[in-house]
Nanobody, 123 residues
Framework: VQLQACGGGLVQAGGSLRLSCAAS????????MGWFRQAPGTEREFVAA????????YYADSVKGRFTISRDNPKNTVYLRMNSLKPEDTAVYFC?????????????????WGQGTQVTVSS
């Protein structure tokens, strides 16, 4: 499956952004979807994930209550709505797909990755 993420940009602290990740090539509903992020000099970290139907969602503690992951299977797209953004949210955000997931929080659980979209939050 090919993944294309977009929607990043520069926003002031307290602002909002919505990232999108469009999938192609395979049946989208066969894949659990996740969002990860990576800031310069740091490891890639889990942000959020959603199950195949969207019925279950998982969040990193650092984004709970501020970010919302959702998916639209007919549109082959997963979204990440980010509210109350903080400077520490600045990173490149990646979407990822997995037909099966052993550990939602581990990047190694995901087989396919998008190219990343930059999110910069100014203070």
């Amino acid at each position: 499956v090919q993944l294309q993420a977009c929607g990043g940009g520069l926003v002031q602290a307290g602002g909002s952004l919505r990232l999108s990740c469009a999938a192609s090539g395979r049946t989208f509903s066969n894949y659990a979807m996740g969002w990860f992020r990576q800031a310069p000099g740091t490891e890639r970290e889990f942000v959020a994930a959603t199950s195949w139907s969207g019925g279950s969602s998982y969040y990193a503690d650092s984004v709970k209550g501020r970010f919302t992951i959702s998916r639209d299977n007919p549109k082959n797209t997963v979204y990440l709505r980010m509210n109350s953004l903080k400077p520490e949210d600045t990173a490149v955000y990646f979407c990822a797909a997995a037909p099966t997931v052993r550990d939602w929080l581990k990047s190694s659980s995901y087989n396919y990755w998008g190219q990343g979209t930059q999110v910069t939050v100014s203070s």
